[in-house]
C-alpha cells in the first residue's frame, strides 16, 4: 500500500504531465544502509546533494522543486537549503502536503495560464 505521501507525489505528477509543455518527474534519492557494517553509507561524491526535492519539473523553461510531505511533517534543514538554492538560482520551489496546495502555489508561479484538472482519483488528498 502506498503511504500518503507517495499518493500526493502520483497526484502532482500526473497532473503535472498533463499540462503542455509541462516535464515533471520523480527523484528516488534514500541513503543506502550497509548491513553488514550496521550503518548508513556516507556518499563523497560532491555532485549529489542532500535534501534534493521528491519532484523536480521543467515548464516553458523553468526549473522547479516541489517537497512533498504529509499531515503535519515538514522539510528537514537540507530539503530547506535545497529550496533556497533553487530560489536562489532562478527556479522556482516549495514544499506543500497536499494536491490542492501544490496546484494553488503552481498556479501562483504561472498565472496568465489555464491549467485543468484532469480527475486523477476520486478522493481527496
Known amino acids: 500500500m502506498a503511504t500518503p505521501e507517495k499518493l500526493i507525489e502520483t497526484r502532482i505528477l500526473d497532473w503535472l504531465n498533463s499540462i503542455q509543455d509541462c516535464f515533471a518527474f520523480k527523484i528516488n534519492n ?28 521543467c515548464y516553458e523553461g ?27 538560482n532562478g527556479g522556482v520551489a516549495w514544499w ?14 504561472f498565472p496568465l495560464k489555464q491549467f485543468t484538472d484532469k480527475p486523477i482519483f476520486e478522493e481527496t488528498l
Open 62 to 88: 523553468t526549473f522547479g522543486a516541489i517537497e512533498v510531505k504529509a499531515g503535519y511533517n515538514k522539510p528537514s534543514a537540507n530539503q530547506k537549503k535545497y529550496i533556497k538554492n533553487i530560489l536562489d
Open 96 to 109: 506543500t502536503n497536499s494536491f490542492s496546495d501544490c496546484k494553488r502555489e503552481f498556479c501562483e508561479h
Open 30 to 57: 534514500v541513503g543506502i544502509y550497509d548491513a553488514k557494517r550496521k550503518a548508513w553509507r556516507k556518499n563523497n561524491n560532491p555532485h549529489i546533494h542532500n535534501g534534493i526535492s521528491d519532484i523536480l519539473f
